[in-house]
């Protein structure tokens, strides 16, 4: 079988989200699932728009209903916090996306050595009917 870019790039995909999966998911320590969480907090929270207009009827009321938006999505975060504490263990989102990933790479480089294993018995065949004739 090849060893070709493609075949290189896929086993390193594996390994970078392997890696990635099993620092975020925390398997070896709590603290790296810390870091993770407070990193994926700290990368939403600097990625916004800002954006002034001048104040008229409807940007007040605008900006009051999405006030109140706020505080009730917070109250909603508290009650999901209180939940959770007494629910037990969360789910972590970002750890089920890499996981669906790294499965997704995997299932690629299997995929990729069964038609190479196929390609090359097809190619050995050929050579073996040429051979005969």
Do not use: C, W
């Not at 070709?4 to 998911?25: E, K, M, N």
């Not at 505080?71 to 959770?84: G, M, T, Y």
């Amino acid at each position: 079988m090849e060893n070709t870019t493609y075949h290189s790039l896929l086993r390193i995909a594996v390994g970078v989200f392997a890696l990635v999966l099993v620092f975020d998911s925390g398997l070896i320590s709590e603290q790296t699932k810390k870091v993770s969480q407070g990193t994926i907090q700290y990368v939403a929270s600097a990625i916004s728009v800002g954006a002034s207009v001048s104040p008229n009827d409807v940007n007040i009321l605008t900006a009051r209903i999405t006030e109140l938006e706020q505080e009730v999505v917070s109250k909603d975060r508290q009650i999901a916090v209180r939940l959770n504490t007494e629910g037990g263990q969360t789910t972590n989102t970002s750890t089920l996306i890499l996981s669906f990933i790294l499965f997704i790479l995997l299932l690629l480089i299997v995929t990729n050595y069964i038609l190479d294993y196929l390609r090359q018995n097809s190619s050995n065949y050929q050579i073996r009917i040429s051979s005969k004739v």
